[in-house]
């Protein structure tokens, strides 16, 4: 059917096919150089204002300073759009958009069969063709046959659009990604003008750069209505979508916001004490822009020193946030025993990244689960969550905030690379729903001790210092009960031992109970942690469609786990475990419960497909059948 199609901004100039789909993945992949994030953030905001349900994913190159052209340098970001409910950024592209020959060898595997692959044909010469490891040109021998392929020579054009633009070659060069993006646009029917105004205001002291992207984009727009190659256009519809009102947002802004909600409902003032480590530092830019809600950020000069400092900040009555990844939460073990040992409330947000070591500092993993919960000198217990998307960021760190004050414990907050860096709409919460914890300090001296213990949470009192007739003494060595003071009596400290224990234990009376989403019982079970969530729910989800009886449940409170987690398990013939690690969880659960579990790790960096989940379903319970 032939259909003209109109932009609020530029109207097509011939008749073109539509398409609409339900759902699309797009990829842009090129130089860290490129722009790619910049371009796959500007398609995934425009999308988000259109209303589409979507999920990304950007991949950065681990290589800070790769050289250009090269493998290791490759940044790629990933977006995927649907007129539905999704949960995940998408198995493989259907588009993929190669600013030159290394992006293109690294992404290739991924698209899908007769998927769209647009070229920038500029870059493929010798040079760049044997910096990517390719004897010849994939252009001419054939290898791209499977492929809808058009080869557009993205730096020419680029330079042609703006030959009158007064800027200098390499300032013209740069503009070539919003070329990419103008051709994005015309293929899937976005409106430019929420760009326009991005790129307004972005370059508002350099209007000559701003106009001449925004030039750029438009040539790459009227390049595809022009060109009589690109045939079609294709059409995603907005989802539907519980009412409300939403905005687009990364696992580091939710996090970032569901701490300064906790600040507020909680009526202390926020203190973040954090040392730069990839992919924990957004959250530290994050915050460092809220400081009009009452937020300290302080950039310490080293891991230690930014927990020590947020356990101080603890003491003198903030709500205390340290932030950082799996190599640097080894470095803070030490002070976080320190803050176990005195009581004090704080949050430790870990945003995990492949390791060990220095690892994949930009890629995704799940091994820190037995660290946070075993990774400290002694009998150290304290309670462990997880978020298992974007949006449940902000959820997860009022959560943890909530049980860290309630609780006088430190507490481990779980993310990692994919969640922090992905993003999603997220429906903004209605405030008075927000749970209310208000603080109240010891103030009065009269039978006071500062290891008395409140009798539901045996939770200590939180006296601040300077606080009359309640100075009292805190540190690293045991604490006879009640009094504080130092104390060596061997069955004081197995009393102690005990109690602390017994407190973390007793958060398990408030966790929700663990829901099982399909059949309470069963032959298979499928149980996720963290930023599997969405993998798992979409297999699950295909997997019943298909007639296997499979269920699905997620944990989000790691220790203590929900008090039901046994009688569920048990309900179930098996229990099948994805998890970005050996089986660190599918350990536990068995050490527990002494239940057989099937463990599916994946240690790739990668995070888990929606269908590598589906085909081990099918796998487990076509072997029973």
């Not at 530290?284 to 400092?309: R, W």
């Not at 007639?547 to 013939?573: K, Q």
């Not at 350990?587 to 419960?593: A, K």
Request: proline letters at 8%; one cysteine or more.
């Amino acid at each position: 059917m032939k259909l003209p199609i109109v932009d609020s901004e530029q109207g097509s100039s011939r008749a073109v096919d539509r398409e609409r789909l339900d759902d699309v993945v797009i990829r842009f992949a090129g130089d860290s150089g490129d722009g790619m994030q910049v371009t796959g953030s500007q398609f995934t905001s425009t999308s988000a204002l259109i209303g589409n349900d979507l999920a990304t994913f950007p991949d950065f190159p681990a290589e800070i300073r790769a050289p250009a052209g090269t493998l290791p340098g490759v940044s790629a970001f990933q977006v995927r759009i649907a007129d539905y409910d999704i949960h995940t950024p998408g198995d493989a592209p259907d588009v993929l958009v190669a600013m030159n020959p290394a992006a293109l060898k690294v992404n290739l595997g991924d698209l899908r069969p007769n998927g769209i692959l647009i070229v920038n044909t500029d870059e493929f010469v010798e040079r760049n063709l044997k910096k990517a490891g390719y004897e010849r040109s994939p252009l001419e021998d054939g290898s791209l046959d499977a492929y809808r392929l058009f080869q557009v020579p993205l730096a020419t054009l680029t330079r042609r659009a703006l030959e009158d633009s007064g800027l200098d070659a390499k300032a013209v060069e740069r503009c070539k990604n919003f070329f990419a993006l103008g051709m994005a646009y015309w293929l899937f029917s976005r409106p430019i003008e929420p760009t326009l105004r991005f790129l307004a205001k972005k370059f508002g002291a350099r209007p000559e750069i701003a106009d001449a992207n925004a030039r750029a984009m438009k040539a790459g727009w009227n390049f595809c209505d022009i060109t009589e190659a690109f045939q079609t256009r294709y059409e995603v519809m907005p989802a539907k979508l519980a009412p409300g009102v939403y905005r687009n947002v990364t696992g580091s802004t939710a996090l970032a916001l569901g701490l300064v909600a906790a600040s507020r409902r909680s009526g202390l003032p926020l203190f973040q004490g954090a040392y730069p480590i990839t992919p924990a530092s957004d959250l530290l830019h994050e915050l460092a822009q809220l400081k009009s809600f009452g937020v300290t950020t302080f950039q310490a000069e080293d891991e230690i020193a930014a927990i020590c400092a947020a356990i101080g900040a603890s003491f003198g009555g903030a709500l205390a946030v340290t932030s950082t990844s799996g190599p640097g939460l080894a470095l803070k073990s030490e002070a976080l025993n320190l803050a176990v040992m005195v009581e004090l409330p704080l949050v430790v947000v870990d945003i995990q990244r492949g390791g060990p070591s220095t690892g994949l500092p930009t890629k995704t993993e799940q091994a820190d689960l037995l660290f946070a919960l075993y990774g400290r000198n002694n009998e150290s217990p304290l309670p462990v969550l997880a978020a298992a998307s974007p949006a449940d960021c902000f959820d997860l760190a009022i959560e943890a905030c909530r049980l860290a004050v309630r609780y006088m414990t430190p507490v481990i907050l779980l993310s990692d690379g994919y969640l922090a860096n992905g993003s999603e709409p997220w429906r903004l919460p209605e405030l008075d729903r927000l749970p209310d914890f208000p603080v109240e300090f010891r103030t009065s001296p009269e039978g006071f001790a500062p290891f008395l213990r409140d009798p539901e949470t045996l939770a200590r009192p939180w006296a601040l210092p300077g606080t009359a007739g309640l100075e009292h003494r805190i540190g690293g060595l045991e604490k006879q009960d009640g009094s504080g003071n130092v104390s060596y009596d061997p069955a004081n400290h197995e009393h102690m031992v005990r109690l602390r224990a017994e407190k973390i234990a007793r958060i398990a009376r408030e966790i929700p109970p663990l829901e099982v989403d399909g059949e309470p019982a069963g032959e298979l079970l499928v149980l996720g942690w963290g930023s599997t969530a969405g993998a798992i729910t979409g297999a699950v989800n295909l997997a019943r469609r298909q007639g296997l009886p499979v269920s699905r449940a997620h944990l989000r409170h790691l220790n203590p786990f929900p008090a039901n987690l046994g009688e569920v398990l048990a309900r179930f013939e098996r229990v099948l475990v994805p998890e970005m690690n050996l089986g660190q969880l599918a350990f536990l659960l068995q050490g527990r419960f002494l239940k057989p579990v099937i463990s599916f790790p994946k240690v790739q960096g990668k995070p888990f497909f929606r269908n590598e989940v589906l085909e081990k379903i099918q796998a487990v319970l076509g072997g029973s059948r």
